[in-house]
């Protein structure tokens, strides 16, 4: 079984900071990518930021300049530090995985994904 689990999520006034976490936990073999996705009320998730197991950083333009992400790979674990926080990134915020499970291979990755942590920015 594999778990993300996520932490850090709040209330901020507009132009605070906040910082989530997310651990990967269980029976993994590798991970591959890791990354962020928002889901405000009436509107699909989308992505916000993503990293490869290199290093490679990609954004949402809405955050650039503003959300930092990093992973610390030997705890299979994501960040994403938040700056400059808008009433507009208020949103219940999901980690994603990308990964091999032990015993499962390495023909395809398996992607999972976290409970959702709760990111709410007053004006």
């Known amino acids: 079984q594999v778990q993300l689990v996520e932490s850090g999520g709040g209330l901020v006034q507009a132009g605070g900071s906040l910082r989530l976490s997310c651990a990967a936990s269980?029976?993994?073999?590798?991970?591959?990518?890791m990354g962020w996705y928002r889901q405000a009320p009436g509107k699909q998730r989308e992505l916000v930021a993503a990293?490869?197991?290199?290093?490679?950083?990609n954004y949402t333009e809405s955050v650039k300049g503003r959300f930092t992400i990093s992973r610390d790979n030997a705890k299979n674990t994501v960040y994403l530090q938040m700056n400059s926080l808008k009433p507009e990134d208020t949103a219940v915020y999901y980690c994603n995985a990308d990964l091999y499970p032990l015993g499962k291979g390495l023909a395809q990755t398996y992607e999972y994904w976290g409970q959702g942590t709760q990111v709410t920015v007053s004006s």
């Open positions: 269980g029976t993994i073999f590798s991970i591959n990518a």
């Open positions: 990293i490869t197991s290199g290093g490679r950083t």
